[in-house]
């Protein structure tokens, strides 16, 4: 029986901590790299990444319900998957339109990252408000499809256990589609052409234009690939939890700090920081009672107290913590991000 | 010449407050006068940080509460049985987390770098917080239990909520001064997202530590500085004076309670704005200047960049702060689920710079213009969306969509609004001499 207890703690500690964790990380994970690599090529922290998301997340969910509306459906799995590439190209023209009215000018002038990161505030009220103003603030789901991969019970039969572990078909798809995606990004950037002119551009402007490399070029193809990461990040989030316009917007805090802790401007840091940000804020709120309870021999012993280090209204907060320690013993991040 | 288009632009605005209060209601537009007064004062003390010194402080919002919570704590009668209960435990604990990260400042400080430093931090900062909940839990939860349907909370001091305003400065200068201790040494964006941070903590804390704040319960009833409209009502000489002027009395004696409000308001930004000015104009704002054009002769000339940066880092926040209580005494309660980062820290970015950074006056006229655009974009876009819809059916889904959106026009034109003036008039309306 010793055994089964700690199999039984595990299959909590995974229900409530591991499961959850590895999706809202990979969430932020997607987010991340959008930042991260606006970052090395344009050189300024983006406040309106969080609306990116939403927007793209909007056009998805619009789509969504268009191909509702003709019977079309994707099985088990949610109609958002097919909708999400028509989002991601309407939020890559929308991007390029904000980077041609805006961004472009501040470009030519050469101005200082504040003044970038100050328009791309405008930038963030107009998309807020553009997706307020399309598809109302409320809160939305559109997830449809089979609910469950693994269904409690049927994990508790099958292992004989007393605890079940339950995956959701979104859990799944956000874990799996982040791996493409980060696959697919990094051939991108290590492989071809244009991606090793992304990083040539991010590592040393200078030298980059020297050697002939077409900043308009890779400044469009950046945007290009941040929009349709931020789509997807979105999406991802929106299926597995729900879609507010302003939840999104205050994604963008655990976002820039997955970035941050990271190391700016670092993909692979982007990656890491997303899933420490998203580890410690779930273990740090979680309640460690049950789990101690198996893992304690003998059966009468009870916690008497829910074992929470911090309560879960914190979970924002937790972010903040982690990202302020790094700034202050690591400023560059984990992953040595660029300083400028 | 410069003072002409202050004097054209005042007027302006001025004309533009009549406008709605002959067109909408006095009262509405007294109500925006009120606000446009706290704007400006929020305004100018971001200025002060971003104008003069070039700071970017995105955590504008964590002061403003942090002064909310100042005229909480002053005006609110204290409740004796909560303190009985477990206010002394609080203390306690509160303490001990204080020395705690004191000591671990110290050893952080005193060791040489090594494992050993970071074995004996974890330990100390461990074993503190594991003791300070210990004594703290309880504590507070006992205090939340103390007859939680109307107070739960430790109350406050019970003294005239006026005095909140310059308290509310102290916290939010207090808490500047830890948060410019931390972050005032990273680049401008790192500066920029850690305030944003901070600013997000300090307003989590707000909203869940019931045993302070009565977190989302709320506070309401603050003591006001100002008449209420019943007494007005009942009072001899105003019904006299409503008479001699022929008024309503009713409807005049909100109007009154506002136009006293904005009278205070008024007080404490002319104070502040001749402070500004004084400053900017003397050596020590010639210096700010300086280090902000070139922070890097500015040192070589023995300017003592991260001091100064810290002081007007601590000032701008303060008068945040003092602008943070005048809001919650003007709302009469505190709610903290009210402090949303858009409309408490970037629309006070937005009107800063649209007013025009670096200058005082532009400041102020960014707090008035911004905050009046803010107000008046929803029935305007009720209006246009009206007018543009008025030739489709009644039945039309697109005309019933556009009326209920027309709500949300507010966000968008404030994008507008910074994205146009950032462009073609990037030092503002009123820009720095």
């Known amino acids: 029986m010793e055994g089964m207890e700690i199999l039984n703690a595990l299959a909590v500690f995974s229900n409530y901590v591991l499961v959850p964790a590895l999706t809202y990380g990979s969430q932020l994970a997607l987010g991340a790299l959008g930042v991260t690599l606006i970052y090395g090529v344009l050189r300024f922290s983006n406040f309106a990444h969080g609306d990116t998301m939403a927007f793209g997340t909007m056009v998805v969910i619009l789509f969504t319900w268009l191909f509702q509306s003709w019977g079309i459906s994707f099985g088990p799995l949610p109609t958002a998957l097919l909708a999400l590439p028509f989002g991601i190209l309407v939020c890559i023209a929308l991007v390029l339109l904000s980077d041609k009215f805006v961004y472009r000018f501040y470009r030519r002038k050469k101005a200082a990252p504040v003044i970038f990161m100050i328009a791309s505030m405008g930038v963030m009220f107009v998309m807020n408000g553009l997706v307020r103003f399309i598809i109302s603030p409320k809160d939305i789901q559109f997830r449809d499809g089979e609910r469950f991969i693994i269904k409690a019970r049927e994990f508790k039969q099958m292992f004989g256990l007393d605890e079940g572990v339950a995956i959701k078909v979104t859990q799944g798809i956000t874990v799996v589609i982040a791996i493409v995606v980060v696959i697919a990004l990094f051939w991108f950037l290590n492989r071809t052409r244009t991606g090793k002119s992304m990083r040539a551009f991010s590592d040393n402007e200078d030298l980059a234009l020297l050697s002939g490399i077409n900043p308009d070029k890779v400044v469009m193809i950046t945007w290009m690939i941040a929009a349709a990461l931020a789509t997807i990040a979105g999406t991802l989030y929106g299926l597995d939890k729900s879609f507010k316009a302003f939840t999104y917007f205050m994604l963008l805090l655990p976002i820039f700090a997955s970035a941050i802790v990271g190391g700016l401007g670092s993909p692979l840091g982007a990656i890491a920081g997303g899933y420490l940000i998203a580890f410690t804020e779930i273990m740090l709120t979680y309640a460690y009672k049950k789990v101690a309870e198996y893992m304690v021999p003998g059966d009468e012993w009870e916690a008497d107290s829910l074992m929470q280090l911090l309560s879960t209204d914190y979970k924002f907060a937790v972010s903040f913590m982690i990202l302020l320690l790094v700034l202050l013993f690591r400023p560059t991040g984990i992953f040595k991000g660029k300083s400028v | ?433």
């Open chain 2, 1 to 433: 010449m410069s003072w002409m288009r202050n004097v054209i632009c005042f007027s302006i605005m001025i004309l533009m407050i009549v406008g709605v209060g002959y067109f909408q209601s006095w009262n509405v537009a007294w109500g925006i006068i009120n606000l446009c007064l706290i704007s400006a004062i929020m305004a100018l003390g971001v200025n002060i940080q971003w104008g003069y010194a070039g700071l970017l402080n995105v955590g504008i919002m964590g002061f403003a509460a942090l002064g909310g919570v100042a005229a909480l704590l002053i005006s609110v009668e204290p409740v004796p049985e909560a303190w009985a209960a477990g206010g002394w435990g609080t203390v306690l604990s509160l303490l001990i987390g204080a020395v705690t990260v004191v000591a671990a400042i110290f050893i952080y400080k005193g060791l040489p770098k090594g494992f050993l430093r970071t074995l004996i931090m974890l330990v100390v900062c461990i074993g503190g917080f594991l003791l300070m909940r210990s004594i703290f839990d309880p504590a507070t939860e006992a205090i939340e239990k103390v007859n939680p349907a109307s107070t739960g909370y430790l109350g406050g001091l019970g003294l005239p909520i006026i005095l909140a305003w310059p308290v509310g400065g102290l916290l939010a200068a207090g808490a500047a001064w830890i948060v410019g201790k931390i972050t005032l040494g990273l680049r401008s964006d790192y500066l920029a997202i850690a305030t944003l941070g901070i600013s997000e903590i300090i307003v989590a804390l707000i909203k869940h530590e019931d045993w302070l704040t009565r977190g989302v319960k709320n506070v309401s009833g603050l003591p006001r500085p100002v008449p209420y409209e019943i007494d007005l009502q009942q009072a001899s000489w105003f019904i006299e004076m409503t008479a001699k002027y022929g008024l309503d009395t009713t409807s005049f004696s909100s109007i009154f309670v506002k136009i006293c409000y904005a009278a205070l308001f008024a007080v404490v930004l002319l104070i502040l704005i001749w402070f500004s000015e004084k400053a900017l104009k003397s050596p020590w704002g010639r210096m700010m200047r300086a280090i902000r054009d070139n922070e890097v002769s500015a040192n070589a000339m023995g300017k003592d960049v991260k001091a100064r940066h810290l002081q007007v880092f601590i000032l701008g926040s303060a008068i945040v702060g003092i602008a943070g209580a005048m809001l919650t005494t003007l709302d009469g309660q505190m709610t903290p689920v009210a402090y949303n980062p858009l409309r408490f820290t970037f629309v006070i970015w937005v009107m800063v710079i649209v007013g025009g950074s670096g200058n005082n006056w532009g400041a102020v006229l960014g707090g008035f213009l911004v905050w009046f655009c803010w107000v008046e974009a929803e029935p305007l876009g009720q209006w246009l969306m009206t007018a543009l819809t008025s030739g489709m059916a009644d039945d039309s889904g697109i005309k019933i969509h556009l009326l209920e959106s027309a709500a949300h026009m507010r966000l968008m034109t404030m994008g507008i609004i910074l994205l146009l003036v950032m462009r073609f008039s990037p030092r503002g309306i009123l820009p720095e001499k």
